[in-house]
């Protein structure tokens, strides 16, 4: 097999190098041009919305900071939104930093849920032979694209049966259950994990669990990965299931439910409500708190993207 090498030694064969002095030309500067004129157009809302959690009150009502209101940033104003954000709710407050908490359990039991239920479906959907497999395929499928609100009554009748509405454990449970994450495996498995390596394991006297630990979940950390990382994703933006199931129970609501509240209770949406509440939540009040609802998926991405990089290809290149 002829194996084209890419070594460091010699760059010159990868890279287009330009002579000293010579021109970019008028395409290039108008590609460079466009893209960054894109790129600002996407980055300029991002980058004054998160400013705003840095700003006051008072700042955003006198127009003071300048463009973006970058003159007016400051940790302190931040810090002083925090509080003021943690201290909405009944008594002493503390249901922003509750939220979190909950939808950082919500997310973190239903991974572990999800790779221990998809990693092994996938491997039997690539790897096994038993009757039905191309149904239970099809049905995995099918799973994929039904969206919620088709589900949530039944689902709300069900959990409502075991007296278990406003329970955390009942979503992570029903969250954990992930058939995008199967198909994934299944795709992992049938393009990485070669079927006579399987046999060979069969003959060496493997069953078909200690196969699958012992050969295909050292190869799997891409897959993982990318289970992992979609599952957290859909868990910790689910609105409308935690919506049906949560919404009896202020304690154990999720971020997603918390910033509605949030945003119902201030006086730029809701004045007729915000004007019972102690607390009143204004703009630098409300960006901060997006803001941070979306740290813990930043950070995930951050820590992850060196396997959803290499995971991304699962299934482009066979052999």
């Known amino acids: 097999m002829m194996s084209i090498s890419t070594q460091n030694s010699h760059p010159s ?16 500067s108008v590609r460079v041009i ?36 970058l003159g007016s940033v400051s940790i302190h104003n931040a810090i002083n939104s925090f509080h003021t954000i943690n201290a909405f709710g009944p008594g002493k407050g503390g249901l922003f930093t509750q939220w979190i908490t909950n939808s950082v359990l919500l ?43 088709v589900l949530v009554v039944p689902i709300f009748l069900e959990v409502d049966k075991i007296n278990s509405v406003g329970q955390l454990w009942p979503l992570m449970v029903l969250l954990g259950f992930f058939p995008f994450g199967t198909y994934l495996s299944y795709i992992h498995f ?75 209770a201030s006086p730029l949406f809701n004045p007729t409500i915000a004007a019972g509440l102690t607390v009143k939540l204004y703009m630098p009040q409300l960006a901060l708190a997006t803001f941070l609802s979306t740290l813990p998926l930043l950070a995930i991405f951050i820590f992850a993207q060196r396997y959803l990089l290499r995971g991304q290809t699962l299934g482009a290149v066979k052999g």
Not at 58 to 68: M, Q, T
Not at 193 to 214: C, N, Q, S, W, Y
């Open 107 to 149: 997310s973190v039991a239903a991974c572990a849920l999800g790779v221990f239920s998809s990693l092994p479906a996938g491997y039997a959907l690539a790897r096994l032979r038993f009757k039905g497999k191309k149904t239970v395929l099809f049905l995995t499928l099918l799973a994929m694209t039904m969206p919620n609100t």
């Open 190 to 264: 049938m393009t990485t994990l070669p079927h006579e390596l399987v046999e060979a394991a069969r003959l060496d006297g493997l069953g078909d669990i200690e196969t699958f630990i012992k050969v295909a979940l050292p190869i799997a950390k891409q897959a993982i990965a990318l289970v992992c990382f979609y599952n957290i994703i859909a868990v910790w933006t689910n609105f409308f299931l935690p919506l049906a199931l949560l919404s009896s129970s202020q304690n154990h609501q999720t971020i997603t439910l918390g910033l509605q509240q949030l945003i119902g």
């Open 13 to 28: 064969k990868y890279k287009i190098q330009r002579k000293p002095g010579e021109k970019v030309g008028i395409g290039t």
């Open 34 to 69: 466009v893209m960054v004129g894109i790129g600002a157009i996407f980055a300029i809302p991002i980058i004054g919305f998160v400013a705003m959690g840095f700003r006051s009150n008072e700042d955003v009502a006198s127009g003071k900071g300048g463009f973006l209101g």
